[in-house]
């Protein structure tokens, strides 16, 4: 069945650095969803993206879905403490949605 | 708008007992998910619902998950006889049309003991 690989699982940055997760689909997808979970949160939707090549900006974070639509990532510049959380990926396949194991941001103290 | 309300936010039960999760969802939702979430993974769907008939329930371990939403609207999860690995949290989700964005409820904190 369709897999979705998420990476990094874990990526530690120094408040004001880049931060980039991606998801790689080995199948074309038809869209791709974007979702932040805060720690002892629940997952809140940021995105999805439909289109070949499209790139979408919500303030600090620019999301990309890949002109063969097997891959996408999330970068989020200059990253602050209401950054941290795990960001998941989630693609439509064969009637479900299927999710990505998620990328932890943590910001060094 | 109202979000997607859950309750309890909380649950300590003891292994072989039952225990019963209420998620009413976003007026006007007719996908319904629930999601079993592990500390540290993603979610795992457990049920999807268009409506009151069941989309997708091949995660759904049926000898002890059962799930229902009768009249379409909100919906019952409930485990019985419940499993120390049934510790997790338990996730409800609607969309207004299915497989798009989807909207979460706190969720369930269910830990078996």
């Known amino acids: 069945g369709q897999q979705v690989m998420q990476i990094p699982q874990y990526q530690h940055v120094q408040e004001g650095e880049d931060f980039t997760t991606y998801c790689n689909s080995s199948?074309?997808?038809?869209?791709i969803q974007w979702y932040k979970q805060r720690p002892g949160g629940h997952p809140v939707f940021l995105i999805q993206?439909?289109?070949s090549g499209e790139v979408k900006k919500q303030k600090r974070l620019t999301f990309q879905f890949g002109e063969a639509k097997k891959n996408s990532s999330l970068h989020i510049t200059a990253t602050q403490t209401t950054d941290v959380g795990t960001y998941f990926c989630?693609?439509?396949?064969?009637?479900?949605?299927?999710w990505g194991a998620g990328t932890k941001l943590i910001i060094k103290p | 708008e109202a979000g997607v309300a859950q309750s309890p936010r909380y649950k300590i039960i003891e292994k072989r007992q039952s225990v019963a999760f209420w998620c009413n969802p976003i007026?006007?939702?007719?996908?319904l998910y629930w999601y079993q979430q592990i500390l540290g993974q993603g979610p795992k769907l457990l049920i999807q619902f268009q409506n009151n008939g069941v989309v997708d329930d091949s995660q759904l371990p049926k000898d002890r998950f059962s799930a229902e939403r009768l009249k379409g609207v909100d919906s019952t999860l409930k485990i019985q006889p419940a499993k120390l690995e049934d510790s997790a949290v338990y996730l409800c989700?609607?969309?207004?049309?299915?497989?798009?964005?989807?909207?979460f409820g706190q969720g369930t904190r269910l830990t078996v003991v």
């Open positions: 199948t074309t997808l038809s869209n």
């Open positions: 007026s006007g939702h007719a996908t």
């Open positions: 989700a609607s969309s207004l049309v299915e497989r798009r964005a989807a909207f």
């Open positions: 989630a693609v439509d396949s064969n009637y479900q949605l299927i």
């Open positions: 993206l439909v289109k």
